[in-house]
């Protein structure tokens, strides 16, 4: 059964360093998210993204935050200098069409755990 | 706010008994989504009910959605100590998933 990827597991990242996380969305889906989820915490929305462009970003994806679709199947969520406060479990999903009919449903990747010291 | 609650908080059960959960919303939804977590693992999707619908069946899952009252419940029938983990009910707005809290779910062997 198809499946959403991400890499890695687990970063370990210095303050006010640069990290790029990777995912690798189910091949025929077309809309790409990003979530988070702080220890103990709600997971959150970050990003959507849609035919190469942003389409929805929520209030946590600053300037510090940005989305690529680097080539044919890899999603990146890259932080250009992160905080302590970023440390979080970060979840690619993916879908095959978007919010309108047919409604279908969120993939999610096993996460990446950010740590940052 | 989109943010609705889920009901219980918690919840503690023994095998073989069956677990509902409950979860409230505030505004429309395309529609309502039930992921269970692990603790500190991936996301997994168990049932997508859209907003024209009133009952779903998947396995020993069922999920039904009141838009009326504008909320949504998952029942877990004999319940396995593999139930244990945390149970979210996701409303779908627009093209995003909005995370309640969730319901921490205890099945006891």
């Known amino acids: 059964e198809p499946e959403v990827t991400q890499t890695p597991s687990h970063q370990v990242t210095q303050m006010g360093q640069e990290v790029i996380l990777r995912c690798v969305p189910i091949s025929n889906h077309l809309y790409f998210y990003w979530y988070r989820q702080i220890l103990g915490q709600k997971v959150e929305f970050l990003v959507s993204f849609y035919n190469n462009e942003i389409s929805e970003k929520s209030e946590i994806f600053d300037d510090q935050f940005s989305v690529e679709r680097p080539d044919g199947s890899n999603f990146t969520l890259k932080i250009r200098s992160t905080k302590l406060e970023d440390s979080a479990m970060y979840f690619c999903a993916s879908r095959e069409s978007g919010g309108a009919w047919p409604y279908n449903e969120q993939f999610f990747g096993p996460g990446t755990r950010l740590t940052v010291l | 706010s989109q943010q609705g609650e889920e009901d219980p908080q918690a919840l503690s059960i023994q095998e073989g008994e069956n677990a509902t959960m409950n979860c409230s919303y505030k505004t429309s939804i395309n529609n309502l989504q039930w992921y269970r977590q692990n603790s500190g693992r991936g996301l997994v999707h168990l049932i997508l009910?859209?907003?024209?619908?009133r009952e779903k069946h998947s396995g020993r899952l069922r999920v039904t959605l009141d838009t009326s009252k504008k909320s949504s419940s998952l029942l877990i029938t004999a319940s396995r100590a593999a139930d244990t983990a945390s149970y979210f009910c996701?409303?779908?707005?627009?093209?995003?998933?909005?995370f309640g809290a969730g319901t921490i779910l205890r099945v006891k062997s």
């Open positions: 009910i859209r907003s024209n619908e």
């Open positions: 996701d409303r779908e707005y627009g093209n995003k998933l909005v």
